[in-house]
């Protein structure tokens, strides 16, 4: 079985999120969309609350599973027998970020790949970041986000 780590924090995710995890399931038998549990970043939603939206927005993808983890990426990926990581890029300023990370794992696990999807070009604008920015700021977010984002987002801000 050919099985990908999506590895992120999704907080939230976004349709930029969503295109790379359906691309991703097309090419692999499955594709497990690892939630970050960063202790050293104060998220807006918790973990758990990133997982149950995750979950969500994916349910009509049968491949796709989502899980929350702690620590290094590459231990994940081993804990779940996949062989590679997939990442969005948006543009060069992801590059170089990315591209250390993927090196550092490589040195790491060397049995593990790191593959890059590049983001389609209606996407390539769009962070989590964003989103959270123009919610908090009570802007209609439909346009960037699922429903179900948006409902959580609506409540944590409660429009
Ligand atoms: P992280 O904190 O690990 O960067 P994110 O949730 O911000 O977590 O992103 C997870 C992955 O999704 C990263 O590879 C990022 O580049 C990618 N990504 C984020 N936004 C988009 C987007 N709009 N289009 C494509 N990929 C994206």
Do not use: W
Not at 15 to 40: C, K, M, P, T, W
Not at 123 to 133: D, G, H, I, N, W
Request: hydrophobic share 45%; with cysteine; net charge neutral.
């Amino acid at each position: 079985m050919r099985r990908a780590v999506y590895p992120g924090s999704f907080d939230p995710v976004t349709y930029g999120h969503l295109d790379i995890i359906r691309r991703a399931a097309s090419i692999f038998d499955e594709v497990v969309i690892g939630v970050l549990r960063n202790s050293q970043k104060t998220p807006l939603f918790s973990v758990e609350e990133r997982v149950k939206i995750l979950k969500e927005v994916t349910t009509d993808i049968p491949n796709v599973v989502v899980r929350s983890f702690e620590g290094l990426s590459v231990n994940f990926v081993r804990d779940c027998d996949a062989q590679v990581i997939i990442r969005g890029l948006r543009a060069m300023t992801d590059f170089e970020n990315e591209l250390h990370m993927a090196q550092t794992n490589k040195v790491l696990m060397p049995e593990i790949d790191t593959m890059f999807l590049v983001t389609s070009l209606n996407y390539a604008y769009l962070s989590s970041t964003t989103v959270r920015e123009l919610a908090s700021f009570k802007s209609d977010v439909s346009a960037f986000a699922p429903p179900a984002v948006v409902k959580a987002l609506n409540e944590k801000f409660s429009l």
